[in-house]
């Protein structure tokens, strides 16, 4: 018998198993080339071009075995040692950037850092395997040779080393500051201030300059502390960088207070600490600057992190390139426009900087900051309906004459877009004033003007009614009809029943959307006239079943609309609704674990508790919040304490405003149900009270605006998150009713 019948496997691989090889090592051709292609890696990038290597050499793997070609063996082991070495590389490279997010970010740098290792795991086990077979199945003779077994250590012991050096790197360097936290820095400077910043004049001055700082000594350089200063100054904002040694930093703060700032507020930020940016981590270069809490520096020209934060740097990193409107993070280029200079040849040209913040207000008094945010606001009634009430406020100065409201507003530079305009969110915005704008006629008056706007969208289908936003659209949406259904039905108090006649026509077409199951059409197809099959959208199967509901109730009530389907029409479809979302539509294993945006489905079931009550319908709602509550943001959560209440993922990416009001509209729904059904509400109401600490750190107020704009109002706006500025009516529409319905839950209720 030859040696290789004996020992099949130290040939050429034979017609028992090539079949499988070449099929596997196929598959890895397809994945590596797929990872090259769409992974976020430039395509010149190493990581690209060795994913494409490894392609191509996957593909001649499975070309060579399947024509059992004589170097087939040659060709298996060769890309099985390559494919060890790219995963041993990027394993090493992706720990590197584990260990340098964990230092710089803190408790949830460490939770990112396990997180990348999960991410990286599949790879590993999707190619190890293969790569050890390739590499048993080709091998002669026994054990490894020595020479192998000293560079497969001497590989281990650098890489060992390169981690150790990752956490040594990620350290930065402290600068001399006078004390060590910011509320001490805070009382220093007061002390030292006195008497001497009594009677500033020039309340409602904004500071906002995006000219760099450059201080006569280096911050990297230079042995004394550093403080930059930013304050009106005639037509616009100057800034001073101060340097001092650390015990004489506070006078040279004070006396440059007392004589410079003429015309208050100013904002201050000590230098605390510097470090150079890591070149070695390109995957993570977009998330080395933390949000509203770093400055940088580019040649010695330097921004602070309320003005990164103000020209919207950290929305310009796209991770991935196949995902566009992720955007999570810092750009070098575009940061070096901002700063006026050439972009850096490498990332590490880039020093980033810590600081403790202040803010003198135009009276002298100084506040500490974080993020630009007061530390910690007061949660309780009065400052939860104080914060409605300016969002009210907010949202009656953004409407168009026309009846829309602004879309969108950048506080700082003040581009605002009118044109664009989204009718669901044109009718929530509608619906949170009618629920809780109180009574001022202001309001009336703007609500009106929303609900005319609103009508002239209405088309006609017999019977049945629809909104499109254009006249001339095939597909009249789900949502664009079931979510200003909502607003015309619970602001019918307000305005009387001038709109009842549409309102049963929408409530017809919406009926007419209903699928046999329960569920509803995503759209009515105008061209065909029926309903146009297809997956629900997000959000508008909850606003279907609230609308519907919400008319039911009103016909159930003593005064039903004679031109109005009938209650029991009504409730028929409610019912069938319900039972649908509340059983086969999360029936699978993973629903205790995955759910969407199901906030809607929370309303519509406290909306009809009065009147149609679904067991079934009510438990889903809890199990989501249940869900909901393992990505609320706590003390246990290891972040950092401004983003406790939050609704979000840690540290690395701020948590949402709307993410965290979503979480709060559904707790505050969740907690009335929960007491309809006797059951406890104490955790809830926890994660409530914690979501409105947050979401009153985010409203802009003159202290948080101190960089916005005066007009057009910023006052009660909400914008995307602490380090996104751009306002958008539906962030402050969200934020208004988890504020607004939340304090009603806890405060009316106990």
Wanted: aromatic share 8%; with cysteine.
């Amino acid at each position: 018998m030859s040696d290789a019948k004996q020992h099949p496997t130290a040939a050429t691989p034979s017609a028992r198993f090539g079949f499988m090889v070449g099929l596997t090592a196929l598959l890895h051709a397809i994945v590596f080339g797929a990872a090259a292609k769409v992974l976020p890696w430039d395509e010149a990038s190493s990581f690209g071009l060795s994913a494409a290597a490894l392609a191509l050499g996957h593909l001649a793997v499975a070309v060579a075995v399947w024509t059992r070609r004589p170097q087939a063996r040659s060709i298996w082991r060769f890309v099985s040692a390559g494919a060890l070495v790219f995963v041993g590389l990027w394993a090493y490279l992706a720990a590197s950037a584990g260990v340098y997010l964990a230092r710089v970010y803190g408790g949830l740098g460490e939770g990112l850092a396990v997180a990348t290792a999960a991410a990286f795991a599949p790879l590993v086990l999707f190619t190890v395997p293969f790569a050890l077979w390739g590499l048993v199945a080709t091998r002669r003779g026994g054990r490894p040779s020595r020479g192998m077994q000293a560079l497969s250590a001497l590989a281990l012991f650098v890489a060992g080393g390169g981690l150790v050096q990752s956490c040594a790197a990620a350290r930065p360097t402290r600068a001399p500051t006078p004390e060590d936290d910011v509320e001490a820095f805070r009382v220093a400077v007061a002390d030292e201030l006195g008497d001497r910043a009594r009677g500033i004049p020039g309340a409602g001055r904004r500071v906002y300059t995006l000219d760099p700082v450059q201080c006569a000594e280096p911050i990297e350089q230079t042995d004394k502390a550093t403080v930059v200063v930013s304050f009106s100054a005639g037509p616009g904002t100057q800034s001073l960088c101060l340097q001092a040694d650390e015990d004489e930093i506070v006078e040279v703060l004070a006396t440059t207070l007392a004589e410079e700032v003429v015309r208050g507020p100013a904002k201050i930020d000590l230098i605390t600490a510097w470090d150079p940016l890591e070149p070695d981590h390109p995957t993570i270069a977009g998330l080395q600057l933390r949000p509203g809490l770093d400055g940088a520096c580019i040649e010695g020209r330097c921004l602070m992190p309320w003005q990164l934060v103000a020209s919207d740097q950290f929305t310009k990193f796209v991770p991935f390139a196949f995902i566009q409107d992720l955007r999570v993070g810092f750009d070098p280029a575009a940061l070096a426009e901002t700063l006026g200079v050439a972009a850096p040849a490498s990332i590490a040209g880039i020093t980033r900087l810590e600081t403790q913040s202040l803010l003198m207000d135009a009276s002298g008094r100084l506040h500490s900051l974080v993020r630009g945010r007061v530390l910690e606001p007061v949660v309780d009634r009065e400052h939860s309906e104080r914060a409605v009430r300016e969002a009210a406020a907010y949202i009656v100065s953004a409407q168009e004459k026309d009846g829309r409201f602004r879309y969108t507003y950048d506080p700082f530079t003040g581009k605002i877009d009118r044109r664009n305009y989204n009718l669901p969110r044109q009718a929530g915005t509608t619906l949170a004033l009618c629920e809780l704008g109180g009574d001022e006629g202001a309001v009336d008056r703007v609500v009106e003007r929303s609900l005319a706007f609103m009508a002239k969208r209405a088309r006609e289908h017999g019977e049945l009614s629809f909104l499109t936003k254009r006249a001339k659209m095939d597909r009249a949406h789900l949502g664009s009809t079931a979510l200003p259904l909502i607003a015309f039905a619970e602001c019918r108090d307000r305005v009387g029943q001038d709109y009842d006649t549409l309102m049963g026509g929408l409530a017809r077409g919406l009926m007419a959307l209903q699928n046999e199951d329960g569920s509803f059409a995503p759209a009515w197809n105008r061209e065909a006239d029926a309903p146009q099959p297809g997956p629900e959208p997000l959000f508008a199967a909850g606003q279907v079943v609230f609308a519907l509901s919400a008319m039911e109730g009103i016909q159930r009530g003593e005064r039903p609309v004679a031109s109005w389907p009938s209650a029991d029409e009504l409730g028929a479809v409610v019912d069938r609704a319900m039972d649908h979302y509340a059983g086969p539509y999360w029936n699978h294993a993973l629903a205790q674990f995955f759910w969407i945006e199901e906030n809607w489905h929370c309303l519509a079931a406290r909306a009809s508790l009065g009147h149609h009550r679904h067991d079934g319908y009510e438990r889903m709602c809890l199990d989501y919040i249940h869900y909901k509550h393992r990505l609320s943001l706590d003390e246990d959560s290891r972040v950092n304490f401004d983003f406790v209440g939050g609704y979000g993922f840690g540290n690395v990416v701020a948590p949402h405003n709307t993410g965290t009001a979503g979480y709060g509209e559904a707790l505050a729904a969740g907690i009335a149900i929960a007491r309809a059904r006797g059951e406890d509400t104490s955790w809830m109401e926890a994660d409530l009270r914690a979501a409105h600490r947050f979401l009153l750190r985010q409203q802009f107020d003159p202290l948080n605006g101190f960089a916005a704009q005066r007009e057009p109002r910023v006052r009660g706006a909400f914008s995307e998150s602490m380090s996104a500025p751009l306002i958008r009516i539906d962030y402050v529409q969200h934020a208004m009713a988890a504020l607004g319905h939340g304090a009603r839950v806890l405060y009316d209720e106990g």
